[in-house]
Structure formats: structure tokens, C-alpha cells
């Protein structure tokens, strides 16, 4: 039975351009302009004023309204384990389409985070997004959807461009590791990763390699996609009357080993059936939406069909075209 991947058909697909392609595996992020539609951003943004009441995920407090929520937390973390909107962002179709291409074909939806970033709040200091999300092999990415103009001045993203090429500087043992314990000879172990002040966060070391950070400004609207190694960060909303709301999510290639589930605990040595299988097959546990938001799978049986066989090469040591070797008897 020939594995046989296939993109999604649908009339609204989004389809990625070669250029983006290796923009993204160049320079570790791509930005696509207007992936969510204006209605898609709105139902996104009503849904993030009526989180009144917080979800009960770990240290939110009970019954606060938005504006409480927003003077003590900037972002809420895995809403689409209890909220069906919140699912309907995860795996919107869309953000789907290029996934499915940079990191696909099967995609496993991890993490969702809506951030509120009010004026005076929020920021986050360099930090490599595969240090916190463990995937093995790891195909880490994340998606930043854009619901209010992103700017300097309100703390948007700010990126290294090709900064993805670097390994994961490990935290303190034991927390855990991405690449092969003692296989590197000089991968150093990094402090208060992610604060704010560059002179605390020891990462800053690997980001002074490079003299150009950029801002990545956006609109509602855009999703940039950014690799689980790039280096990046935000500053705090320096405006006094503009939030900065986003919503972020995490995936990875679903044949990827996740021994991740937001620090929460789980049965045996992988989180896989914790998350939502979003596109493709595979062969590792996974989950399926709670909500019943529609995700396109392909079931084993849509696989069994013929593939050319491929070879490298010939009896002779000659190299052979694929459509000779299909063709062959
Ligand atoms: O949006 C932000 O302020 C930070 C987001 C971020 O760094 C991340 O999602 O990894």
C-alpha cells in the first residue's frame, strides 16, 4: 500500500507559492497577507470580548471580566480544549492550507493562545518556541493570526531572519531537551529564557550574532507563520488606548512524537492523543476536534492506491527517470 499524499480541495484553498515556500525555509517565518477573511477576524475578536468568565485552565481566575483578565494575564492559553470558537481558529482551513505545505502534509494541532496585550502590557524576550513545545522529530511552527493592527508601538512580533538555522539552546537540566543529550559539543544552556531584559535572558548570547532583527508589522487578518527554532520576540504595548489582540497557535508534522501537553499531565510517554489531528493520516495516536469542527482527514484506505514505484537507481548504477520506472512492468 503506497502512501500518497494529497492537498485538501476546496474552492476557498489557499495555495502556497514556491516563493513562499523557500522564503519561509530561508529566512524561518512567512507572512501571508489577508489568510482570514474580515468575517473570520470579527468572529474572532467577539469571541475574545465575551471571554468574561475565563476558562478553567490552570491559575485563571473564576469570574472576571475581560478588562480583569486583561490587567493580570495578557493571553489565555488552550482555550480550544473547552471553546468551540477557539477550536474553529485552530483548525481553520486557511491556516490549514499552508501548513499543509510548509510542514504537511499531516498536520497535529497543539496550542492555541489568544493574547490581549491592553495598552502598557504584554511582551515577551527572545526565546525559540521548540525549547517549550518538545516534538520529536521536531516540526514545530507556529501561527500568529493578526485581529488588531500589529505595530511597533502596540509590541509586535519581532523576528531573526534565518536564525531558524540554529539548534535549541537546552533550558537547566532536567526540563528537557529537543536535540540528542552531549550531541553537540558546544550547545550551551540558556537562563530566563523568554524575559523581557536582554541583559537577564542569557539567549540574548546567540541573538547578538545577528546585527538585524525585524519588526513584523500586520494586519487583521494576516497569519504569520514562524519556525519552531527562529528567534523572536515582543515588547510591550507602548500605546495608551490600542490593545493588541492575537491569536496564536502551535503545530507540528503529526508523525512527530509529542511528549508535550502544556505542562499538564498525561498517560504514558507522548501527549499525541491529546491533539487534534488537522490534516493528512498518520500512524500515531491522535485526537479529534471535541466540537465537531470539520478537519480533512484521509483515511488509511484512501492510500491504497498505485504510486509509482521510485528508485535511485538503475542494476547498472545509471539513474532512472521516474516516469521510466512507472512505466515499468
Ligand atoms: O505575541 C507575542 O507577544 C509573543 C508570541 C510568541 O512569542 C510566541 O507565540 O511564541
Given at each position: 500500500?503506497?502512501?500518497?499524499?494529497?492537498?485538501?480541495?476546496?474552492?476557498?484553498?489557499?495555495?502556497?507559492?514556491?516563493?513562499?515556500?523557500?522564503?519561509?525555509?530561508?529566512?524561518?517565518?512567512?507572512?501571508?497577507?489577508?489568510?482570514?477573511?474580515?468575517?473570520?477576524?470579527?468572529?474572532?475578536?467577539?469571541?475574545?470580548?465575551?471571554?468574561?468568565?475565563?476558562?478553567?485552565?490552570?491559575?485563571?481566575?473564576?469570574?472576571?471580566?475581560?478588562?480583569?483578565?486583561?490587567?493580570?494575564?495578557?493571553?489565555?492559553?488552550?482555550?480550544?480544549?473547552?471553546?468551540?470558537?477557539?477550536?474553529?481558529?485552530?483548525?481553520?482551513?486557511?491556516?490549514?492550507?499552508?501548513?499543509?505545505?510548509?510542514?504537511?502534509?499531516?498536520?497535529?494541532?497543539?496550542?492555541?493562545?489568544?493574547?490581549?496585550?491592553?495598552?502598557?502590557?504584554?511582551?515577551?524576550?527572545w526565546?525559540?518556541?521548540?525549547?517549550?513545545?518538545?516534538?520529536?522529530?521536531?516540526?514545530?511552527?507556529?501561527?500568529?493570526?493578526?485581529?488588531?493592527?500589529?505595530?511597533?508601538?502596540?509590541?509586535?512580533?519581532?523576528?531573526?531572519?534565518?536564525?531558524?538555522?540554529?539548534?535549541?539552546?537546552?533550558?537547566?537540566?532536567?526540563?528537557?531537551?529537543?536535540?540528542?543529550?552531549?550531541?553537540?559539543?558546544?550547545?550551551?544552556?540558556?537562563?530566563?529564557?523568554?524575559?523581557?531584559?536582554?541583559?537577564?535572558?542569557?539567549l540574548t548570547?546567540v541573538v547578538r550574532?545577528y546585527?538585524?532583527?525585524?519588526?513584523?508589522?500586520?494586519?487583521?487578518?494576516?497569519?504569520?507563520?514562524?519556525?519552531?527554532?527562529?528567534l523572536?520576540?515582543?515588547?510591550?504595548?507602548?500605546?495608551?488606548?490600542?490593545?493588541?489582540?492575537?491569536?496564536?497557535?502551535?503545530?507540528?508534522?503529526?508523525?512527530?512524537?509529542?511528549?508535550?501537553?502544556?505542562?499538564?499531565?498525561?498517560?504514558?510517554?507522548?501527549?499525541?492523543?491529546?491533539?487534534?489531528?488537522?490534516?493528512?493520516?498518520?500512524?500515531?495516536?491522535?485526537?479529534?476536534?471535541?466540537?465537531?469542527?470539520?478537519?480533512?482527514?484521509?483515511?488509511?484506505?484512501?492510500?491504497?492506491?498505485?504510486?509509482?514505484?521510485?528508485?535511485?537507481?538503475?542494476?547498472?548504477?545509471?539513474?532512472?527517470?521516474?516516469?521510466?520506472?512507472?512505466?515499468?512492468?
Amino acid at each position: 500500500m503506497a502512501y500518497v499524499p494529497r492537498a485538501v480541495e476546496r474552492a476557498d484553498r489557499y495555495r502556497v507559492k514556491v516563493e513562499q515556500y523557500v522564503h519561509y525555509q530561508r529566512h524561518g517565518y512567512l507572512k501571508v497577507e489577508n489568510l482570514l477573511s474580515r468575517e473570520d477576524v470579527r468572529r474572532l475578536l467577539e469571541w475574545a470580548e465575551t471571554i468574561r468568565q475565563p476558562a478553567p485552565v490552570q491559575s485563571q481566575p473564576e469570574k472576571a471580566s475581560l478588562e480583569e483578565v486583561a490587567k493580570t494575564r495578557t493571553r489565555v492559553h488552550q482555550l480550544h480544549r473547552i471553546d468551540a470558537t477557539a477550536e474553529w481558529g485552530l483548525l481553520h482551513p486557511r491556516v490549514l492550507d499552508v501548513l499543509e505545505a510548509l510542514i504537511g502534509p499531516d498536520v497535529l494541532a497543539l496550542q492555541t493562545m489568544l493574547f490581549f496585550n491592553p495598552p502598557g502590557m504584554g511582551g515577551q524576550g527572545w526565546h525559540q518556541d521548540a525549547y517549550y513545545i518538545t516534538t520529536y522529530p521536531d516540526t514545530l511552527i507556529g501561527a500568529w493570526m493578526a485581529l488588531d493592527p500589529a505595530d511597533e508601538e502596540n509590541g509586535c512580533l519581532w523576528v531573526i531572519p534565518g536564525s531558524q538555522c540554529e539548534p535549541i539552546y537546552p533550558p537547566d537540566r532536567p526540563y528537557g531537551l529537543i536535540h540528542a543529550d552531549g550531541a553537540f559539543e558546544d550547545l550551551f544552556e540558556v537562563q530566563n529564557v523568554s524575559h523581557l531584559d536582554d541583559e537577564v535572558n542569557t539567549l540574548t548570547r546567540v541573538v547578538r550574532k545577528y546585527p538585524d532583527p525585524i519588526p513584523v508589522p500586520m494586519q487583521p487578518g494576516d497569519v504569520l507563520f514562524f519556525h519552531g527554532h527562529i528567534l523572536h520576540r515582543s515588547y510591550p504595548n507602548r500605546t495608551t488606548d490600542r490593545f493588541r489582540r492575537s491569536f496564536v497557535c502551535h503545530y507540528c508534522n503529526a508523525r512527530s512524537w509529542v511528549p508535550w501537553n502544556h505542562g499538564e499531565p498525561y498517560e504514558g510517554d507522548s501527549a499525541n492523543y491529546l491533539h487534534i489531528l488537522a490534516r493528512g493520516n498518520t500512524h500515531l495516536p491522535y485526537a479529534t476536534p471535541p466540537f465537531g469542527t470539520p478537519v480533512h482527514l484521509r483515511p488509511p484506505q484512501d492510500d491504497a492506491h498505485d504510486a509509482p514505484p521510485r528508485m535511485m537507481g538503475m542494476e547498472d548504477g545509471n539513474m532512472e527517470s521516474v516516469q521510466t520506472t512507472a512505466n515499468r512492468v
